[in-house]
């Protein structure tokens, strides 16, 4: 894993020096034609697309990953752990995996988790999350450009001008 200050030396130099890891959680898989009311139209690819470009302006990288299984979203952290930084949309896992929150406690990169409804404003679980207290930041409420929102926070907390 590269320390802070040889990921901010690379970015200036113009390489991509570093990775943001961008995870998402059970039925993201579906965006775009579920719940469009509340989840919008944007699909998956769309908004991997915007995190692509949105990374790359900024100098990173994006590891973009979705599964609906827990097991493998705690493998993914597990092998994506020295990202610079995690962008986690964990669905319904927020509010009820403590293994996941366990796994994203071992990476040292911010993390931010992002809900793409308000989250506050729905049913009283969806209140509760085993990762915010790991988060540099907590996004809901913004649709999908909550995860443009991410990528910048990650990237200004590493030291880029965003």
Known sequence: MQHA???LH???TGRVS???AVLNGPNLNLLGEREPGIYGSETLADV?????RTAESLGYAVEF????????LIDAV?????SAGFVVNLGAYTHTSIALRDALATVSGPIVE?????THAREAFR???????????VIAGCGTLGYDFAIQVIAHRLGAKT
């Not at 990953?65 to 493998?72: K, P, W």
């Open 5 to 7: 200050f040889s990921v």
């Open 10 to 12: 690379e970015r200036h």
């Open 18 to 20: 570093a990775t943001i």
């Open 48 to 52: 991997e697309a915007r995190c692509r």
């Open 65 to 72: 990953r979705q599964s609906n299984s827990e097991g493998a």
């Open 78 to 82: 597990h092998e994506l752990r020295g």
């Open 114 to 118: 992002v809900h793409i409804s308000n």
């Open 127 to 137: 209140h509760v999350s085993y990762v915010a207290p790991l988060a540099a930041a």
